[in-house]
């Protein structure tokens, strides 16, 4: 089975904190993806790389930047962040190349900044 | 991609078939439609995905009329650890695949 697993299932930083969240999948999945999900508004798409030191934005990656050093491995970052950034944070990946391709998710953080 | 409408929430009890309907009127001919499963505190899950007509695997069931502008998610007697959000997404055969999430379908199966 597809493991993806993230670094933290809650995380409390405080406003203006650089904050961390780590992504680590263990099928040699070619794609990885970070989503937060607030109610009412579905999962969104904050950026996601297709191959190692790649990247592509979503939906909405302003606040955000990503890393990819090792394909098994994408990192989010939030540079200096804020309370409207508190969420649900999860990452996926897929094996990559075809768009029908499964995505797998982690069990996500979530993330509150006060 | 062809955005996607369904209900924001159903009601069934145990043991009935529940049909879970999604409206994607801007499919395009490379689109497949596929559902995944949303447990809370856990990351969505893939169910199933189709082109056309019917598929079925251990699951659910998924129906594509020939228009394809809707489907349906059918999951037969659907138990208590069936309660979830399910969503519809409409994703592209090729290239990078950006899944666009709705706010998906919440199902509460009552005893």
């Known amino acids: 089975d597809v493991k993806v697993t993230q670094s933290s299932r809650y995380l409390v930083k405080r406003t203006g904190e650089k904050v961390f969240l780590e992504c680590v999948q263990d099928m040699d999945h070619e794609n990885m993806f970070w989503y937060r999900q607030d109610p009412g508004l579905g999962l969104r798409l904050i950026y996601f790389?297709?191959?190692?030191?790649?990247?592509e934005k979503g939906d909405i990656p302003e606040g955000y930047s990503v890393s990819r050093e090792k394909k098994e491995r994408f990192s989010l970052i939030l540079e200096s962040a804020s309370t409207n950034q508190t969420s649900m944070y999860l990452c996926?990946?897929?094996?990559?190349?075809?768009?029908?391709?499964?995505?797998?998710f982690g069990p996500g953080t979530r993330l509150t900044v006060l | 991609l062809a955005k996607t409408t369904q209900p924001i929430s159903m009601d069934s009890y145990e043991g009935q078939e529940v049909n879970i309907t999604c409206s994607h009127n801007?499919?395009?001919?490379?689109?497949?439609i596929t559902w995944y499963q949303q447990f809370p505190s856990q990351g969505p899950r893939f169910i199933i995905q189709?082109?056309?007509t019917k598929v079925t695997n251990e699951v659910a069931s998924l129906f594509i009329p020939a228009d394809r502008k809707s489907s349906t998610l059918s999951l037969p007697r659907v138990s208590l650890s069936d309660t979830a959000v399910y969503y519809c997404?409409?994703?592209?055969?090729?290239?990078?695949?950006?899944?666009?999430f709705g706010t998906g379908t919440r199902l509460t199966v009552i005893p």
């Open positions: 189709g082109y056309k």
């Open positions: 996926a990946s897929s094996l990559g190349g075809q768009g029908i391709d499964t995505q797998y």
């Open positions: 790389s297709y191959d190692v030191k790649m990247k």
């Open positions: 801007n499919i395009a001919t490379n689109d497949y």
């Open positions: 997404l409409v994703v592209r055969q090729t290239g990078a695949n950006n899944l666009f």
